[in-house]
């Protein structure tokens, strides 16, 4: 089983859409979890830190379920510049032994 | 405030060659990340440099080699090169505290023909 894991995609909805990511961890000793966001052929840019509590940024949502091992991210009224491949990132050590998830590719249509 | 930068931009490289990228970690950020990153995958962890030592280790042969300099940047030099190096190599940069996120520079793509 990998390590970190997420929806296969590609998602494709249309502008205004609301679209659901998922993503699970096996290691259980996961400390710090993040979302980041890469546009094709660029580099990976931090969208938003994932908190136990959950935490929103506008129009997106991080949910953590320690228990479960899962996070998500929620993105609505979907623009077409969200048009990105979203990655899960998991650290089971304090700033240490980041994970990459796979990504998963978003296209918003017009 | 600059951020993560990284040099060159682009290179291609022959079989056999070898090949030294470099990083300059975003101010205020001791510890430097670097990522191999296949088209259509996630980054592949390399390793990571804090206080001029290799930290951690990512599963990477020991054609993978790196140093971290005095003043936090730091280099990946890959030693004879293979086809499948060709990828994006991307630095990321963190300062060492708890929940510190990774910032990453505009990455090095190399091909290996």
């Known amino acids: 089983r990998k390590e970190v894991e997420q929806d296969p995609g590609p998602f494709n909805v249309p502008e205004g859409a609301t679209v659901a990511f998922n993503c699970t961890y096996s290691?259980?000793?996961?400390?710090?979890f993040f979302w980041y966001r890469q546009d094709c052929r660029k580099e990976p840019k931090l969208l938003m830190s994932v908190y136990s509590s959950g935490n929103e940024d506008g129009r997106f949502t991080a949910q953590l379920n320690r228990a479960s091992q899962y996070i998500s991210l929620l993105i609505r009224d979907s623009k077409l510049s969200d048009s990105a491949t979203y990655l899960c990132v998991v650290a089971a050590d304090y700033g240490q032994n980041f994970v990459f998830g796979p990504g998963t590719r978003l296209s918003v249509l017009p | 405030d600059a951020g993560v930068t990284q040099s060159p931009t682009h290179l291609i490289k022959t079989r056999g060659q070898q090949v030294t990228l470099r990083c300059s970690p975003k101010?205020?950020?001791?510890?430097v990340s670097w990522y191999q990153q296949a088209l259509g995958q996630g980054p592949q962890f390399i390793f990571q440099y804090y206080e001029e030592e290799e930290r951690q280790r990512g599963n990477f042969p020991d054609r993978f080699s790196g140093h971290q300099f005095p003043n936090y940047s730091s280099e990946l030099n890959v030693n004879a090169l293979l086809l499948g190096d060709s990828a994006l190599y991307l630095c990321?940069?963190?300062?060492?505290?708890?929940?510190?996120?990774?910032?990453f520079g505009n990455g090095t793509r190399l091909t290996v023909t």
């Open positions: 990321a940069s963190s300062h060492s505290g708890y929940n510190s996120p990774l910032h």
């Open positions: 290691n259980s000793a996961s400390q710090s």
């Open positions: 101010s205020g950020h001791d510890t």
